[in-house]
């Protein structure tokens, strides 16, 4: 009986996890898109709140001893702070720029960018099967943007901005670790920083939060130099211009959900397997879309929806070949003598 509770208390843990990873994962892309449209706060300065509320967090959890902080050489993060800074801030000029079903399927497109940088600067090969899911996932994405009616030059440079610096992120990560097993398989659905952090933690012999903890101020630092040169900031529409009450209360709101984002994540990494998370990272997938069209009123042609389905289509078929071949990977390993 002892036995059966505890697997009891252990499923209810990770079903409270998952839930709470859903709730704060949809809640983020539609709160700051809020923030954007009905506010216009400026993009590089909410980025600059997430990180600081992010350390600050994380400060209040080492004081609450889930975690104690470990002496880290500066020089070892710089590139790491720099890259976390440029991916988040393009992604979320993505956001601010397109329609939310727009921004969401670009980030698809993440897949076969690395697939392709690692074929042609690493010399790496993928399966047929792997190589053909492309063509959904591509052809859908296509199809959105085309007949997507507030579609715009700029958010498509933002948007492919946003893919290229994730793809490298996530590649650098990938070699960084080398042979040893890379958690998670599609960047559109996990912050592509952790598989940087994978390969930093492996280095540096700390986990995640530990790094996170010293690399989120380094972030913040970056971008407090950064903001001036591209934000205003005591003017009017800069981070400290004259807000109402119910925008600034919305700004903290989202950075504290960004807070909990992270920490939701590194849990489930942790807690489950690697289906589980796949499977669950579509499904919010497909929230997502559909409650962006919804909230926003954003129009949705036919078209646009056989782009959405194509691209979703790739999408699981690319997750399934590609754990078919990890689980095949792993029994090979095993038969070995």
Not at 239 to 256: K, T
Request: net charge positive; charged share 10%.
């Amino acid at each position: 009986m002892a036995a059966l509770a505890d697997r009891v208390r252990g499923s209810g843990r990770i079903a409270a996890g998952l839930l709470l990873n859903l709730l704060v994962s949809i809640c983020i892309v539609f709160l700051n898109k809020w923030i954007y449209v009905h506010y216009g706060f400026p993009n590089m300065s909410l980025t600059l709140v997430h990180f600081v509320v992010t350390w600050l967090g994380l400060y209040v959890c080492q004081k609450l001893d889930m975690f104690a902080p470990k002496s880290l050489p500066p020089s070892k993060l710089l590139l790491l702070a720099l890259s976390f800074c440029g991916f988040v801030v393009f992604t979320n000029l993505s956001l601010q720029n397109n329609t939310i079903g727009t921004y969401q399927l670009a980030k698809a497109m993440t897949t076969p960018v690395i697939i392709v940088i690692q074929t042609f600067c690493y010399k790496k090969t993928f399966s047929t099967k792997l190589q053909l899911t492309l063509i959904p996932i591509t052809v859908g994405v296509i199809l959105n943007s085309y007949y997507d009616v507030k579609f715009n030059f700029l958010g498509t440079v933002f948007a492919a901005l946003g893919v290229l610096v994730t793809s490298l992120y996530q590649v650098v990560g990938e070699e960084k670790k080398g042979d040893r097993e890379t958690w998670v398989y599609d960047a559109h659905q996990v912050p592509p920083y952790l598989f940087w952090v994978g390969a930093k933690q492996h280095e540096l012999q700390v986990n995640s939060m530990q790094l996170l903890y010293y690399q989120a101020p380094m972030s913040s630092a970056m971008l407090l130099v950064a903001v001036p040169f591209f934000e205003p900031v005591f003017a009017e529409g800069g981070i400290f211009g004259p807000w109402s009450v119910s925008a600034l209360l919305m700004v903290l709101l989202s950075g504290v959900i960004a807070f909990m984002v992270n920490l939701s994540i590194y849990w489930i990494i942790g807690n489950t397997s690697p289906v589980t998370y796949n499977m669950f990272g579509h499904f919010k997938f497909c929230i997502t879309l559909f409650g962006g069209y919804v909230l926003f009123k954003d129009p949705l042609s036919i078209n646009q929806g056989l782009g959405m389905l194509c691209t979703l289509f790739g999408i699981l078929a690319y997750t399934h070949f590609k754990l078919s071949e990890q689980e095949g990977s792993k029994s090979k390993l095993v038969q070995r003598p």
